[in-house]
């Protein structure tokens, strides 16, 4: 599992790139602020997505 809502315990798995098909590499950014923020890359460079939400709150990436 990828992401895991800490409330709930609902999960999702793994996301690929609608670009080029390759599964997304999960990784974290802080922000100027000092916030962590989970995301989802793609591993060629074609953007990146912000971790899903679920009980109004990020879910946490699970190795």
Known sequence: MAYKCEVCGMGV???????????????????DDGTIVYVSKCPDDHGMIKSPMCCGQDMAYQS
């Open 13 to 31: 798995g793994s996301m690929t790139c609608a670009q080029c098909g390759k599964e997304l590499v999960h990784d974290s950014i802080t922000t």
